[in-house]
């Protein structure tokens, strides 16, 4: 129980650091489902269902599965444009 609840927790502290997945992002994962994520926590992401439902899902299924994000691309590569432009030089 330990070893799963520290992957949840450093699965988390990378979900949180490399930022592939967002608040507002609807995102899909094989056999868990899909959702539109409304909280990224340290040990767990909360997905809102089209139903409503809540899913909590551990960070190490996010980190060990494949996910698909769903977000419009052009949206996405202007917020990267915008992360490396306010970047300082170097």
């Known amino acids: 129980g330990v070893q799963d609840l ?3 927790y450093v699965s988390g502290y990378y ?4 930022r ?8 899909s994962m ?4 899909s959702g539109t994520v409304t909280e990224i926590k340290l040990r767990v ?14 960070n190490s299924e996010l980190f060990n599965k494949a996910v698909t994000v769903h977000v419009r691309a052009a949206e996405r590569a202007a917020e990267t444009k915008a992360e ?4 300082p030089p170097g």
């Open 6 to 8: 520290l992957k949840d």
């Open 15 to 18: 979900v949180l650091l490399e």
């Open 20 to 27: 592939h997945v967002r608040v507002g992002d609807r995102i």
């Open 30 to 33: 094989e056999g868990v489902g």
């Open 45 to 58: 992401t909360l997905l809102k269902t089209d139903s409503g439902d809540l899913l909590v899902v551990p």
């Open 84 to 87: 490396t432009s306010s970047a």
